[in-house]
């Protein structure tokens, strides 16, 4: 079993940056691919970015590619998501997520949620 807990959410202006971790804990940490999803109100939670378990393969949703970043450290069983350039469309709360056997943009293939950190872009 894997327990995630996010941190790192705030309040930034827009143009700003933030950087997102993710703790796991868990000794399997490393062999669990690891995506980053959002969900604003109102909205369906929403795929970010996922990263393989190896992380040699990263995917990013078009709305985000190019100015954020998902990285991991296996040692540490950390994930992390860098966002720069952030506009007030990337406000939502930030979920990491954990799915062992699919790599997939699809949230409902994956088994482990953190309870979100909320991130606030203010125009």
């Known amino acids: 079993q894997v327990q995630l807990v996010e941190s790192g959410g705030g309040l930034v202006q827009a143009g700003g940056s933030l950087r997102l971790s993710c703790a796991a804990s868990?000794?399997?940490?490393?062999?669990?691919?690891m995506g980053w999803f959002r969900q604003a109100p109102g909205t369906e939670r929403e795929f970010v970015s996922l990263i393989s378990w190896s992380g040699g393969s990263t995917s990013y949703a078009d709305s985000v590619k190019g100015r954020f970043t998902i990285s991991r450290d296996n040692a540490k069983n950390m994930v992390y998501l860098q966002m720069n350039s952030l506009k007030p469309e990337d406000t939502a709360v930030y979920y990491c997520a954990a799915s062992q056997r699919y790599w997939s943009r699809n949230k409902r293939v994956y088994d482990y949620w953190g309870q979100g950190t909320q991130v606030t872009v203010s125009s």
């Open positions: 868990g000794r399997t940490f490393s062999t669990y691919h």
